[in-house]
């Protein structure tokens, strides 16, 4: 009998996984599985752009099905449980799925419903999130109607995917309503639990830098314990009280729901405690993870879901082959950052090494910690290469799985600190 890998999820990490597994072993031995519960495919990153007018939801989603590669089928169903004793796999309808090798890819869910008064009066009306094609869409609607008043940007709790996407939304509203000449009239306010920009020191300098000369405020180690739609004021656990006109909110993140269902797979938040190096879960030998869906210490970006895909899939191969698994994975993360004004600041970095300038991937590519126009293109022109080289699993041409070090200013020396500027 064929193997049998099941894969939940058909997101960016269940689709290169599915396409790179299909692509390594023969079909007549295994059988490869991807479920998910529908069949739109967002590309998350585009949805940033979204509320500024610079993309539609229609332009960003596509059928996940035509994404797999021949010889992948696609069940199209919710998935209500894992049951690890008996290998099998419960989706919402009543059919079972048995499986040989589990692949965790369902990601990370917005609970809004978390945060006090965060749906109630006002939501979709003074108090948004970017974080879904619904919710950018109607965001684009309020600030093309926005004339002027505060503007709040508001992480309520980590991990979030994307950590810099409030940020990057900071700097295009900065650059939209200067655009707009009302810059004047508009107060941005970035309100996040992180003691700074960002989590970690060099980037979080460099960032927090560029918001203080964009006259962006930030207001740092803010736990939002309500939001208050009528009132138009964000609500601390602390008692501080942050006004806002307009609110664009980062909700809180968890698991698939699914995860807490599944006795024994998932951690307190539905996140599946996973090695962090060879991205085999703690819960079974069998069960492996990628993307958003893992505990490790690492982004949950689409980047590190891709890096991500190398160790997996090698390991999936060695786990079926009887041999010792590798740990592969050293927490790669590789984000850009918009800048506005038609510039982006690139950042890479992994478990060991923090965000550092140079260059990527080697001494002669885009500039790291610094903003440049490249940069901008380049995160532009990454739809196209998502669609068309990392969904269908395909290597990126000099873009190793493993962090570059070559190009980087390891230790930054003190008299010639990190600049922000190149045209
Ligand atoms: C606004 C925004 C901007 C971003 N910008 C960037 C960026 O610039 N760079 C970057 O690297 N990353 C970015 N990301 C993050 C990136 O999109 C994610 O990290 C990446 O998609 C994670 O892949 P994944 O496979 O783990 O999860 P996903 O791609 O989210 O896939 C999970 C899948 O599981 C399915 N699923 C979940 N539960 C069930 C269930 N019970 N039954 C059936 N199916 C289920 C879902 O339908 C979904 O298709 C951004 C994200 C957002 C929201």
Redesign the pocket.
């Known amino acids: 009998m064929a193997t049998r890998i099941v894969i939940?999820?058909?997101?960016?990490?269940?689709?290169?996984a599915a396409n790179r597994l299909r692509r390594d072993l023969p079909a007549d031995d295994v059988q490869i599985v991807v479920?998910?519960?529908?069949d739109?495919?967002?590309?998350?990153?585009?949805?940033?752009f979204v509320p500024f007018g610079m993309a539609h939801p229609r332009d960003i989603v596509k059928s996940?099905r035509r994404q797999l590669h021949k010889g992948i089928t696609f069940v199209q169903?919710?998935?209500?449980s894992v049951d690890l004793a008996a290998d099998e796999v419960h989706?919402?309808g009543g059919e079972t799925l048995a499986y040989d090798v589990l692949v965790v890819?369902?990601?990370?869910?917005l609970v809004p419903e978390e945060t006090e008064g965060l749906t109630g009066p006002g939501w979709m009306e003074k108090v948004f999130t970017?974080?879904?094609p619904e919710g950018?869409e109607a965001l684009d609607h309020a600030m093309a109607h926005f004339e002027g008043g505060r503007l709040v940007v508001n992480v309520v709790d980590m991990p979030?995917?994307?950590p810099?996407?409030p940020l990057?939304f900071c700097f295009l509203a900065d650059s939209y309503f200067t655009d707009r000449g009302i810059r004047d009239k508009v107060e941005i306010v970035y309100a996040t639990p992180l003691d700074g920009a960002f989590t970690k020191p060099i980037a979080s300098e460099t960032l927090g830098g560029m918001l203080a000369e964009r006259g962006i405020e930030v207001v740092s180690e803010f736990n939002t314990g309500e939001v208050d739609g009528a009132g138009g004021r964000l609500v601390g656990y602390d008692g501080r009280e942050v006004p806002f006109d307009l609110a664009v909110v980062v909700p809180i993140h968890g698991g698939?729901?699914?995860v807490g269902r599944s006795p024994g797979l998932g951690d307190a938040l539905d996140f599946v405690p996973t090695d962090e190096h060879t991205l085999q879960s703690k819960a079974a030998p069998n069960v492996f993870v990628?993307?958003?869906?893992?505990n490790v210490p690492a982004?949950?970006?689409?980047?590190?879901?891709?890096f991500e895909g190398e160790t997996l899939v090698g390991n999936i191969e060695r786990f079926l082959a009887g041999e010792p698994l590798e740990p592969g994975f050293d927490g790669h993360?590789?984000?850009?950052i918009e800048t506005g004004f038609h510039k982006a600041l690139l950042i890479d970095f992994n478990y060991d090494t923090e965000p550092l300038p140079g260059h990527y991937p080697s001494g002669f590519g885009l500039p790291l910690l610094k903003e440049s126009r490249l940069n901008h293109l380049a995160?532009l022109l990454?739809q196209s290469v998502y669609w068309h080289s990392l969904l269908p699993g395909r290597d990126l041409p000099g873009v190793g799985s493993t962090m570059p070090t070559t190009g980087k200013q390891l230790v930054p020396s003190d008299d010639a600190p990190p600049t922000n500027q190149e045209d």
């Open positions: 939940l999820g058909g997101g960016t990490g269940g689709t290169l479920v998910d519960q529908d739109h495919h967002v590309y998350q990153p585009g949805l940033l996940r169903a919710a998935i209500d989706l919402v890819a369902s990601g990370a869910r970017f974080y879904t950018a979030i995917k994307c810099v996407a990057e698939a729901e699914y990628i993307g958003d869906a893992a982004s949950k970006a689409g980047s590190v879901t891709h993360a590789n984000c850009f995160k990454f």
